[in-house]
């Protein structure tokens, strides 16, 4: 499972872990009743703490996720992946809000913007 950890966002590690996987989850990508890496092998493919993908795994078990069973390890849960794009889409809304408020009181325009837009999407897409 490919997870882009980056150290530089200021987002935190766990965090970053959890977002991810909710995007496989809710892209098809990971489906239903598939086994997620255990905790210690997640942590040794991304070189980060038991502690943090602890962390992502017990978030994704309260948000609905993922459901834990015992001696067996984390699979993913059974989500209405209508109300998780849902979630997703108001996540992305949020931070285009704030995207456009910068913009407008830096005086840059919707042509720049959206001009930026496509470079990063592109690059996400490419990298």
């Known amino acids: 499972m490919e997870i ?17 996987i909710k995007v496989k989850i809710v892209s098809n990508e990971l489906k239903e009743n ?5 905790i210690r092998t997640l942590a040794k ?9 602890k ?7 309260k ?8 001696s067996k390890g984390f699979y993913v849960a059974k989500i209405n992946k209508d109300i998780a794009l849902e ?14 408020m910068i913009a407008k009181m830096s005086n840059i325009d ?11 999407y592109e690059e996400d897409n490419n990298g």
Do not use: W
């Open 63 to 70: 948000e609905g996720y993922v459901k834990n069973v015992p």
């Open 110 to 120: 919707k042509e720049t913007l959206n001009e930026m837009l496509d470079i990063l």
């Open 4 to 20: 882009i950890i980056s150290n530089s966002n200021g987002i935190p590690i766990y965090e970053q872990i959890k977002e991810q």
């Open 45 to 53: 493919d991304l070189r980060c703490s038991v502690i943090t993908t």
């Open 34 to 38: 598939e086994l997620l890496p255990s």
């Open 55 to 61: 962390n992502a795994y017990e978030e994704l078990v």
């Open 87 to 100: 979630e997703q889409l108001n996540k992305i809304e949020e931070l285009m809000d704030k995207a456009v």
